[in-house]
Structures are given as C-alpha cells and as structure tokens.
C-alpha cells in the first residue's frame, strides 16, 4: 500500500523526541507537513523531511489532507484541534491529557466517529517494557489479586524539558488548563487501571502549587484511589523531584510484591511470599534525559493500516482524563469523589 501521509501539529519537546523521530523511523509513514505557530520550528522538520511547514493548522487540513495526524499542543487546543482534523478525514494521535473536559473528550470521540477515523490518545507508559512485562505476570495469576499499590511519577518539572523553558505553556494556566496532574498524573491513572484491568471507583486528593513560583498549576499532587476491586493505593504526580526522576510502581498482591522501575538493572522484581524472587530485564521506562522508543507511533500505524481501533482509543483515555478531574474535584471540595 502507498504510505501514510501524516502532518505533525505542534513542533515542540514531544514532537521533536518521540513523534518526529519515530514517525521517521517508520517505513509506512511519509511526513507530509509539519505546523507551529512559531514558522522556524514548523519550517525547520519540513526541510530536514521535504515536508511543508505550516502556521495555521486548519490551512494545513485544507491544503495537505494528510491521512493522519499528531496533535502535540497545550492542553486546552487538544479538542478543537482533534476535532478539525477529524472532521477533515485524518485519523487523530494527540497527547494526553486528551482533553480538558469530559464534555471535550465526549466531543472528540464523536468527531472521530462520525467521520469514520481512529482516535488514539499518547499514554505510552502502557507500552514501556516493564509495564508490558508486568501486565503479563499480573494476568498470570502468579501473584493472586493485587491488594494494594502505590504509583508514582515526578521530575524537577517541564522547564528543562520544554522548548520554552521557563516561559512554556505548561505554566500558562490557559493554556495548560493543569500541571503536574496532567502531565504526569493521567499517565499514571491510565497505567493502574491498564495494571489491575481494573476502575477506580473513588479519589480523595490533596493538590497544590507549593514550590513553582509565578504559576497558577498545580506542582504536586498525592491522591489516594479506591478500585472498583476493593484495592486501595495511592497515586503521585509532581514537579519538585529536584534530585532526580521517579516513576515507579509497587504492588502489593496476595502471593507476593511486584517492584517497577524501582531497581535500574531489574526492571520488574516479583518477591514471592514462599522465598521465590523473580528479577526482568527488559527494558528502561523513557525518561526526559533518556528518550527511548515510545511504542505509540509505531501502535498509531498499525492500527490504520490494519484498520483495527487502536490499543489506547478515545474512550480509554477519557477514563483515565475522569480520574484526574475527579481528583481536582475532591480537590475543591475536601470530599471523596466517586467517579
């Protein structure tokens, strides 16, 4: 079959470390138009790719008609953005948070419906290979029900990830909408119901702007979940890990404890209750000062061309958006939320 063509909205960090290169890497996809509102960073990818560089996304819908597209913008023009370009006939890849609003993520799942496109949205830690190496072991049933947990993502924040530094988006509540909760906090939502195949029923959470100066989005975030299962953990997300990266899982489980990325050679650690310890490695969690393949371009691709939905679609990703805005509901409220 001929290739994809495929058109990047939003030419920063994202863009530049996992969608560009791996969209390059792969052998389906052609890069037909790259778009920024800054021209010099759109014009910059269409000349390495021989691609055309855009400032308008919708000129670009119109003129290019790609195939499909990467929507890589600040939270709050994920919506719009998505439902322009399904509307234009182009299957949507766009990061996460999908969406600010549950009535938002309603709407782009509609879109993408009604115009016969796939929707996926970009929680790639379902596809790191110590997460795709533990959901193994937990469907095994080696370990029994998981009982309890603790999920953990944090960083010293976006400024040395962002292409703007101190001045990105990710500080601009406008345009953020949230912080660490959305940049962080959804991957983890998403990656412990993926884990456990499981719900989170309730949330309680404390969520605050406590070290970040000159910004109203949250840096920290600790929330504790009730899962549908009966299992209760809790869930991180922060901006002020000064000292480095962490983003580890542990579960604690009727015949065992199983430890992710906790260990930098052994990946996965299963400590059975009979004396038994299991050590994998397969693999490092990507990290922002270690990029490694993502896996959801590649997972984006196949989906269109063997013509079947994709693993993380539009409906898995609101259920994951539901957690983090029940958070910042409890939040508001000092109450326990049900989602």
Not at 90 to 112: D, R
Not at 135 to 151: A, C, E, M, W, Y
Not at 253 to 281: A, H, S
Request: aromatic fraction near 6%; proline fraction near 4%; glycine fraction near 8%.
């Amino acid at each position: 079959m001929s290739k994809i063509r495929v058109a990047v909205i939003g030419c920063g960090s994202i863009s530049k470390h996992r969608h560009i290169p791996e969209y390059a890497m792969n052998p389906n996809v052609e890069l037909v138009a790259f778009c920024d509102v800054v021209p010099a960073r759109s014009q910059q990818y269409a000349d390495e790719y021989g691609a055309k560089a855009y400032t308008d996304y919708k000129e670009m819908l119109e003129k290019e008609q790609p195939d499909a597209v990467s929507v890589c913008l600040p939270n709050a023009l994920h919506a719009p953005v998505t439902i322009a370009a399904a509307e234009a006939g182009a299957h949507v890849l766009v990061e996460k948070p999908m969406a600010s609003t549950e009535e938002e993520a309603l709407a782009m799942i509609e879109a993408a419906k009604n115009n016969g496109v796939f929707l996926m949205v970009g929680h790639n830690q379902r596809l790191m290979p110590p997460h795709v190496k533990a959901k193994q072991l937990l469907d095994s049933g080696s370990l029994g029900k998981v009982i309890s947990f603790r999920t953990s993502f944090g960083h010293p924040g976006p400024e040395a990830w962002s292409v703007d530094g101190r001045n990105s988006w990710f500080f601009n509540k406008e345009e953020a909408i949230m912080g660490a909760m959305g940049d962080l906090g959804v991957h983890k939502a998403d990656l412990i119901r993926y884990l456990l195949s499981d719900e989170v029923a309730e949330i309680a959470a404390f969520i605050g702007t406590i070290d970040k100066q000159g910004t109203e989005v949250d840096d920290n975030a600790t929330c504790v979940l009730r899962m549908k299962s009966g299992a209760i953990g809790t869930l991180v997300a922060s901006w002020t890990y000064y000292k480095g990266e962490d983003n580890s899982t542990v579960l604690w489980c009727e015949n065992g404890v199983m430890k992710i990325g906790t260990d930098p050679e052994d990946q996965v650690i299963v400590e059975l209750r009979n004396g038994n310890v299991e050590k994998y490695k397969v693999g490092a969690i990507a990290t922002n000062e270690n990029q490694t393949t993502s896996g959801v371009i590649d997972a984006f691709v196949d989906s269109i061309i063997s013509g079947q939905p994709p693993v993380i679609s539009g409906e898995e990703g609101l259920k994951s958006l539901k957690v983090i805005l029940a958070a910042f509901e409890s939040q508001e409220t000092g109450k326990i939320v049900n989602i």
